[in-house]
T-cell receptor
Framework: DVKVTQSSRYLVKRTGEKVFLECVQD?????MFWYRQDPGLGLRLIYF???????EKGDIPEGYSVSREKKERFSLILESASTNQTSMYLC????????????FGNGTRLTVT | RKEVEQDPGPFNVPEGATVAFNCTYS??????FFWYRQDCRKEPKLLMS???SGNEDGRFTAQLNRASQYISLLIRDSKLSDSATYLC?????????FGTGTSLTVIP
């Protein structure tokens, strides 16, 4: 079974702090994604990556950056946390190609106060 | 217009009932489709992929209608444990597009 592991289940940070969310997958998947999920808005794509050191903006990249130095690890960085970034953050990975589904980590619930 | 649209529900059905969800997609070039299940405050989990000819997995049946651009999920003999939110997902050009989910509650 694919395992996608997110480093923290719950995080509480203060406004202005730099926040790192880590994600590791163990199935040698090429693609990795970061989403946030908010009530009534569904899942929204923040950034994704198709390969090491490669990144692409999603629908809502403002206020975020990412890093993929190794194939198995994809980090999401909140440069200066704000209260409107309080959300559930979901990392996912998939094999390259049509028909390969996404596999999600168990999520990080971030609260910015 | 959203890429993928679902009726948010909620659907409240008695145990043992059959329930069906539909989901429409706007991009005729969409290549793959999936149904995910999400429990409250948990991550989405893959329920099943949707194949062109339709496919079945136990009590669950998925169908794809490319002409009308919709996919469906049928759940037979509903169990209490089927209570969850069901997300419809399409894959187009290396991107996944999610519906906002349909809430199902199975009542004893």
């Amino acid at each position: 079974d694919v395992k996608v592991t997110q480093s923290s289940r719950y995080l509480v940070k203060r406004t202005g702090e730099k926040v790192f969310l880590e994600c590791v997958q163990d199935m040698d998947h090429e693609n990795m994604f970061w989403y946030r999920q908010d009530p009534g808005l569904g899942l929204r794509l923040i950034y994704f990556s198709y390969d090491v050191k490669m990144k692409e903006k999603g629908d809502i990249p403002e206020g975020y950056s990412v890093s993929r130095e190794k194939k198995e690890r994809f980090s999401l960085i909140l440069e200066s946390a704000s209260t409107n970034q309080t959300s559930m953050y979901l990392c996912a990975s998939s094999r390259a190609g049509v028909g390969s589904p996404l596999h999600f980590g168990n999520g990080t619930r971030l609260t910015v106060t | 217009r959203k890429e993928v649209e679902q009726d948010p529900g909620p659907f409240n059905v008695p145990e043992g009932a059959t329930v069906a969800f539909n989901c429409t997609y706007s991009n005729s070039a969409s290549q793959s489709f999936f149904w995910y299940r999400q429990d409250c405050r948990k991550e989405p989990k893959l329920l099943m992929s949707v194949y062109s000819s339709g496919n079945e997995d136990g009590r669950f049946t998925a169908q794809l209608n490319r002409a009308s651009q919709y996919i469906s999920l049928l759940i037979r003999d509903s169990k209490l444990s089927d209570s969850a939110t069901y997300l419809c997902v399409s894959y187009t050009g290396n991107q996944f597009y999610f519906g906002t989910g349909t809430s199902l509650t199975v009542i004893p």
